[in-house]
């Protein structure tokens, strides 16, 4: 190679050397994604229209290593009808649950079956979540959001609703906040812990 | 060094890979310990439909998200499938129709497989890539 060549590779080799390793990193650790659609209004995405979308930081390491699902936590996983597409969901329920399904579902109450989760988004009527096609394999969850990178007014950890002295939340967004989640909690049946599968 | 493994699981993770093969469910075309396979995942990661009925797949279990099967596809979504034809796992006159998004998956060893008779039609999104080739098994003669 004549080092005019080389010298104008030069530039660019260390990005493409060290490509493979940051691959990897994003894959295996943190990676920012884009959030779009209303399915989970007010938590993401809450204003209507749809000026700018939420951005936020998906952890992967706790799934893909660590195997650590928990009720409430925000994932996002590939819809089980389309390969190609991911969803931002809330798992609602896990593996041995009882969960009433809101909204038109055939059954009224489902048992979540092994190795499934239940999720919702929290915006019922613009979701497209367990409500439509049942319980989905856990196999399919890729990432859990840990905060929000953008936009600047609401960077960080999702707000958890604010409580004064005497246990009653503080404003209005939190006291909608936790009758939401009052919601959700009320529609789902834990497994008990002599639950066995098989 | 560390790039090099990274840019070798990659490769590994998209475009293709060898596995290791166990279990007896996919008998008598694996054998149930030893064999080493080739696996395409670029096929899939190009184009997730690209799955036709009588592929041999790879798929993360439904019931274990932790675990990684291969398994027959035997039908695609919108088929009419016979669940069980042999009146085991399901009444010989049980019939599916498999939703959108959603393929049939069976083991060649039916007696001893756990596959879609057992959980019903599976995710496509689940499938992982499309086993291509087998490595003879090299020191047979060892044995």
Known sequence: ?198 | VVNVACALHLFGEYVGRISLMEGPSMLPTFNAHGDIVLENRLAIRLNPDNISRGDLVTLRSPIDPNRIICKRVLGLPGDIICVDPTGEKAPSTEHVVIPQGHIWISGDNAAMSRDSRDYGPVSMSLVQAKVVARVRQMFVLLS
């Open chain 1, 1 to 198: 190679m004549s080092s005019a060549s080389a010298l104008r590779l030069g530039r660019a080799w260390p990005l493409l050397y060290w490509a493979p390793t940051g691959m990897v990193l994003l894959h295996y650790f943190y990676t920012p994604q884009v959030i779009t659609g209303r399915s989970m209004q007010p938590t993401l995405n809450p204003d209507s229209s749809q000026l700018w979308r939420d951005v936020g930081l998906f952890d992967r390491f706790s799934i893909h290593t660590r195997h650590s699902f928990n009720r409430g936590d925000i994932v996002s996983l590939r819809s089980p009808v389309d390969p190609r597409r991911m969803l931002v969901k809330r798992i609602v329920g896990l593996e041995g649950d009882f969960v009433l399904p809101r909204g038109p579902y055939p059954e009224d109450a489902v048992r979540v079956p092994e190795g499934h989760a239940w999720v919702e988004g929290d915006e019922g009527f613009h979701s497209d979540d367990s409500t439509r096609f049942g319980p989905v394999p856990l196999a399919l969850v890729d990432s859990k959001l840990v905060m929000l990178l953008w936009p600047w007014s609401r960077t960080g950890l999702l707000d958890q609703p604010n409580f004064t002295k005497d246990g009653t939340p503080m404003r209005r967004e939190d006291m909608a906040a936790l009758e939401r989640e009052r919601n959700r909690q009320m529609r789902v049946t834990r497994a008990s812990k002599t639950y066995n599968p098989s």
